[in-house]
């Protein structure tokens, strides 16, 4: 029986003292990593070897980490790409994740919420296609598409069919933030992009139904200035 093989980072900041701190820890949890240092290394690095996810810091010389991010999509369309982002660049997370990052992590963070989101990714990435009309289950929370029936502690959730393709849009990319405005388009189509407000007020009204204090959500949970994620695992109460 072999041993299951380390996961491989791509670790992608023009900041050496970034990625020195990140190093470390990351090879002493049992990572393997690969530091880049502009985004034009990391494309020539991904297209040599092979990566589970990559780390890629959104202000750098040269292409820039969102151009980056494009580029690597193009060469790498189902590889995790994770951007690292400061506090107050909401613009760069909404455009980062409209453009195929799979999720962000903001300046400062700690290694154990890093750590976290690479697991969470690859995991999504490795994990088997799921059949369109399959029934998701996360916590107390079911649904299933084929009847687009809803259970809660297995009792029928009554929604509005709006609400549902709310529901569902999330659980089917659980863990995932989903912007406003990719919600609103998968939802109500494009020209809806930009009614946050209009969405904000099915959000709560959703989260009346399925959450136990929705003022405390443990599932619809919101990103702010970015958008809402479904909880990928739900910790016992």
Not at 99 to 113: L, Q, V
Not at 184 to 201: K, M, N, P, Q
């Amino acid at each position: 029986m072999t041993d299951k093989l380390p996961i491989r980072i791509l670790l992608v900041d023009d900041e050496a003292a970034i990625r020195r701190a990140l190093r470390a820890p990351l090879v002493e949890l049992g990572f393997e990593v690969v530091d880049a240092s502009r985004g034009e290394e990391a494309l020539h690095l991904v297209r040599a070897e092979p990566f589970d996810v990559v780390l890629l810091d959104v202000n750098m010389p040269g292409i820039g980490g969102l151009q980056t991010l494009t580029r690597l999509r193009c060469v790498a369309p189902r590889l995790p790409i994770l951007m690292l982002t400061v506090r107050d660049a909401e613009p760069d997370k909404v455009e980062a994740l409209e453009n195929g990052a799979d999720d962000y992590i903001t300046k400062p963070f700690s290694i154990r919420e890093c750590v976290a989101r690479v697991r969470s990714a690859v995991r999504r990435a490795q994990a088997p296609e799921r059949p369109r009309d399959a029934s998701i289950t996360i916590g107390e929370i079911e649904i299933f598409p084929a009847t687009r029936i809803v259970r809660r502690c297995g009792q029928p959730v009554r929604l509005t069919p709006k609400e549902y393709d709310i529901l569902l849009c999330l659980m089917k990319q659980a863990g995932r933030a989903v912007t406003h405005g990719k919600l609103l388009s998968a939802v109500w189509g494009a020209e809806y992009r930009r009614e946050v407000d209009y969405l904000r007020t099915f959000i709560r009204q959703l989260r009346k139904k399925i959450e136990n204090d929705p003022a405390n959500p443990r599932y619809l949970l919101t990103d702010p200035c970015v958008g809402y994620r479904f909880t990928e695992e739900i910790e016992p109460l």
